[in-house]
């Protein structure tokens, strides 16, 4: 049995789509904002300000556990963060 070029493209296309856990990437690999964004989201980290990219990584401050943070997200969604301040209310 002789299975379509078509069929073929379409499951190595949503292999490819399930593998980058729906993230959009720009040509050099990085996320774009959008796709950062959501992950960030996703991890726990709210309020975000000051988010710019440099090279494949996105850089910017957030909130996460009640505490603001500064973060570094690299293009595979990994985050390095420390604490500027923890709020005591």
């Given at each position: 049995?002789?299975?379509?070029?078509?069929?073929?493209?379409?499951?190595?296309?949503?292999?490819?789509?399930?593998?980058?856990?729906?993230?959009?990437?720009?040509?050099?690999?990085?996320?774009?904002?959008?796709?950062?964004?959501?992950?960030?989201?996703?991890?726990?980290?709210?309020?975000?300000?000051?988010?710019?990219?440099?090279?494949?990584?996105?850089?910017?401050?957030?909130?996460?556990?009640?505490?603001?943070?500064h973060?570094?997200?690299?293009?595979?969604?990994?985050?390095?963060?420390?604490?500027?301040?923890?709020n005591?209310?």
């Amino acid at each position: 049995m002789r299975i379509p070029a078509a069929a073929c493209c379409l499951a190595i296309l949503a292999a490819a789509c399930s593998a980058g856990r729906g993230l959009t990437r720009t040509a050099n690999g990085a996320m774009t904002e959008r796709s950062a964004v959501q992950q960030l989201h996703q991890q726990g980290y709210t309020q975000l300000t000051s988010l710019h990219q440099r090279g494949t990584h996105w850089i910017g401050v957030a909130n996460k556990s009640g505490a603001q943070v500064h973060f570094d997200m690299d293009k595979d969604g990994s985050v390095v963060d420390f604490i500027v301040s923890k709020n005591t209310r």
